[in-house]
């Protein structure tokens, strides 16, 4: 039973080292590496195999030999997504988690570390985070100090480089798991004692703000469902990444409304060549799926809401606004307003994004 062990033990190492290598491996990689009989290896395959510790990548097709990959190798990582988008100078990084606990170790102590960061926030697994280009070199180590820092932003022709200074766990995610990120271009470390450094390279991306109202009727519908299933349609687009979904609640005295007067707005990015796709997809589908004809939808691109575009947003809470005046704000921000005359409804959402969702939900409530 000993030799038996071993030779399980000796064999399974083989495998998983060859899958590192090759991101596979056949019997025959395992009779040459092993230099056992063919059949031999066949069999210790098969029982693997059966045993859950290998794989079948790909079956055998004619000349091509069969592909297993021995599992513990398989790549894993807890970052789902990570991507930027780009304003200018201004940069949003997004990076999403397997986790909550994660998102909010990351979020709690890059906020610690500053660095070039303006603003850390999470939302569940997503963390969110505005920064600058330029680099701030920032100390990390143990507590009292930061684990992780980013110190650095920079665009390199289409790609944006984060860099990186960690330490202990964020060292290990930095070195091996952010690179199998959905969104990630490559990760580039180096190491210093206990401190490591790297650059995290993603595609600069457009940031895209969608509001949508008046989709609903009478008969049913809600604009917030709406909203919801277009993200999901318009994130499979290859090139649009999802970020987020909110409701906001708009001035409650409209007397034509079907209830609770809300509007919503959902963020995605996008590679900029995708755009004007992105746009005909939108409207197409809730021209299609509306209940009402009044429906409408605002899109703008860019990070960050200014502050006479804010002053809509607050006064479409107020006041009872025409469609003259939402379009006049339209073009003085260069937003794309499309449909009915819930086009107030869905710029007046526009307005509002970035705001915190207690704000959002309550008409009442200052906005800051």
Known sequence: ????????????????????????????????AAKI????????VNRLLSEGCVLLREEKRGRNAARYAAISAIPSSTCRRIFTTVDGDNVEIYHDCMSGACAAFCGYHHALAGGVLSHVQRDGTLLRECARVGYVDVP??????????????????????QKIRCIGGPAYSLSDMMARAEGVIRVDTSQKGHIVQGDVWTQAMVHVTIGIDDTDSKEGGATFALALALL??????????????????????????????????????VIPDLLDNLADKVLRF????????????????????????REYGRLVREQVITRTVAEAIAERFGISLSGGNGVIGALGAVALAGLPHEVLLDPAREIG
């Open 1 to 32: 039973m000993t030799g038996v062990l071993e030779h399980r033990r000796e064999y399974l190492r083989l495998m998983r080292q060859i899958t590192l290598d090759k991101g596979f491996f056949t019997v025959t990689d395992l009779h040459t």
């Open 37 to 44: 009989p063919r059949s031999t290896a066949q069999d210790w």
């Open 140 to 161: 990390v180590g143990l507590m009292p100090l930061p684990a992780v820092g980013v110190i650095g932003v920079k665009r390199s022709g289409e790609s944006v480089i």
């Open 232 to 269: 999901s349609q318009v994130a499979r687009i290859k090139g649009v990444l999802p970020i987020s979904h909110h409701v906001v609640m708009l001035n409650q005295d409209v007397f034509v409304k079907t209830a609770g007067n809300s509007a919503s707005f959902i963020e995605v990015a």
């Open 286 to 309: 809730v021209a299609d799926e509306s209940l009402s004809h009044e429906w409408g939808v605002a899109i703008r691109t860019g990070i960050g809401v200014p502050e006479k575009l």
